[in-house]
């Protein structure tokens, strides 16, 4: 029979759509007999659990070579009660409250917001902020469900919708897991196209940030960035930032290029605008559990990733 010790200290990835199982049930497991979930494809993955309709998570870590490719049900050969186990709650599952007849009749009525009032809050919105060096930035990741102009920016609530959204070069946002209640917390996440649409996604007296900005907040925290940029709470393997944290970045993970969610706990990564140093490239910042420092990469197209943006004329 397998044994916890197959699980025991390795690490796991999950990509595509899975049919056995939640994404919360999966990770789930692993945590729960030993294991750990990474956010994405690296030297440091010994597993990537393959569903239907695998993104490119699944060339990635055929061409690193290093990476162990298994299917869900050998994944549930590894857990020692099997598929049964996926129902067990253990102190780390999220288990979700099933949807009720007032709970669906609310979201039905839920009020539209018209443009022009859209636009109003858009100019009128006060957001907090926080002055680090000669930079105001804000306080939180952006939570904005429309351009400046009023206009609304579709949201995707499932991986079909992200992914048609990508396919069809049109902008897209959503909450992580597709959860309001994550949405409080974390923000919400944006696709490629909402950063490039010229109705604009930055509210008034403020700018989307550039992968420059992003290089002088690090060089102004200097040592150990990455935990002066993370919040106090929330951040998994006792990797929380500073008691009294500058930026207050909490654990908000990402988009997948699949249309799935990774990352919770473990890391969180923001969109740059652009460069002045590598035009024409998409960027983001990101923050982790493994690295000391905040460091940038270049994205797959097709993820989705948090804002924080920078006030105009500030320095």
């Not at 102190?91 to 859209?118: G, Q, R, Y």
């Not at 907090?128 to 609530?157: C, S, T, Y």
């Not at 890391?267 to 605008?273: A, G, I, L």
Request: glycine share 8%; net charge positive; charged share 30%.
């Amino acid at each position: 029979m397998p044994t916890q010790s197959k699980i025991q200290d390795q690490t796991f990835l999950f990509t595509g759509t899975l049919t056995e199982f939640t994404r919360d049930e999966a990770e789930a497991l692993v945590e729960a007999n030993g294991g750990k979930v990474l956010s994405g494809v690296s030297a440091k993955l010994n597993y990537l659990v393959v569903g239907e309709d695998a993104g490119s998570k699944l060339e990635k870590a055929k061409k690193l070579g290093t990476v162990k490719i298994i299917t869900e049900k050998e994944f549930l050969k590894m857990v020692p009660k099997g598929k049964a186990a996926a129902n067990e709650p253990t102190s780390k599952k999220i288990i979700k409250p099933a949807a009720t007849k007032k709970d669906t009749v609310k979201e039905k009525t839920k009020p539209t917001v018209s443009k022009a009032s859209a636009k109003k809050v858009a100019v009128e919105t006060t957001l907090e902020e926080v002055k680090i060096g000669k930079q105001i930035w804000m306080a939180k990741n952006l939570d904005v469900a429309h351009f400046r102009n009023g206009d609304l920016i579709p949201e995707a609530k499932s991986a079909k919708e992200w992914l048609a959204a990508f396919k069809k070069r049109q902008p897209a946002c959503c909450y992580y897991e597709n959860s309001n209640e994550f949405g409080v917390t974390f923000g919400r996440i944006y696709n490629s196209f909402v950063l490039d649409d010229k109705r604009g996604l930055a509210p008034l007296g403020w700018r989307l940030s550039t992968l420059e900005d992003w290089t002088e907040l690090r060089d102004v925290l200097g040592k150990d960035s990455a935990k002066k940029i993370k919040s106090s709470v929330g951040w998994e393997e006792d990797m929380n930032g500073s008691k009294k944290p500058l930026f207050n970045a909490q654990p908000g993970g990402m988009r997948c290029d699949d249309g799935s969610f990774g990352g919770k706990g473990y890391s969180v990564s923001w969109w740059c605008n652009g460069s002045v140093w590598f035009p024409g490239q998409l960027w983001i910042v990101n923050i982790n559990n493994e690295e000391r420092e905040a460091t940038h990469s270049n994205p797959f197209e097709e993820e989705g990733f948090y804002v924080r943006c920078v006030k105009e004329n500030n320095k």
